[in-house]
């Protein structure tokens, strides 16, 4: 029953969280439109909540949305189920399929992870202090390459899997026109190992945008090592990287 009721809890944080800020879906509307028209396919990878599968829909996308957290699979279901532009995918993504443990925080279900590593490095962080990973599932795993040749090439793929991004794109073996991944200063190894593994896919250029701000921070958009150099300078607060592939 404990258990229940955080798991309600950490859920209506969620929702709180990525659908109760006013203004939001228009600036994520005009944003994530820089990237995405009318019927292109889209993963995302670590859908949590889907406010972005919201935006995506508004766009008009064909979405494949992956989450492997159970409770966050009920509410996408409710939200989403019924769409038919949506495929939920109910697995973890990685370097290759089996299985794997899942470590779910009941409480903060944002940071529930694959990655024990990753866990042991935020601990140090004191925003992370009070996060508890209270629960273990097993999980089916898969990779965007079985995704891909299952639903085709995406021309955007959002990966946001908390310290597993770098598994994830060891599963990928062609390039993706965009791709975004998560960066967190405490685990900022992940992102930089990101970065390595696309510029072996393709040649990528990038930009960064912190926090849930939306909005890309460099004017001109930068080749690998100027965002390596930009993230190894950033100390506080995390975001994401964008990488688009130059033709």
Known sequence: MATNWRETLGLW????????????FSRMRKFYGQ???????CFDIGAHVGNRLRVWDALGARMIAVEPQPAL?????????????????????????G????HISTRTPTVTTLSK??????????????VEWDQQVSVQVTTLDALIAEHGLPVFCKIDVEGFELEVLRGLSQPVATLSF?????SMDVALGCIERLEQLGRYEYNQSPGETHQLQAERWLDAAGMRAVLRGITHHSGDVYARLLR
């Open 13 to 24: 944080r969620s929702l709180v969280m990525y659908y109760g800020v006013p203004g939001r």
């Open 117 to 130: 590593e990753w866990i042991g490095n935020v601990k140090r962080d004191a925003s992370f202090s009070k």
């Open 99 to 102: 299985t794997a443990t899942l």
């Open 35 to 41: 990237f995405i028209h009318q019927g292109d396919l």
């Open 73 to 97: 699979l009920r509410c996408l279901q409710r939200l989403f189920g019924h769409n038919p532009r949506v495929v939920l995918v109910a697995q973890a993504i990685g370097a290759a399929p």
């Open 182 to 186: 998560e960066y967190i200063p405490a």
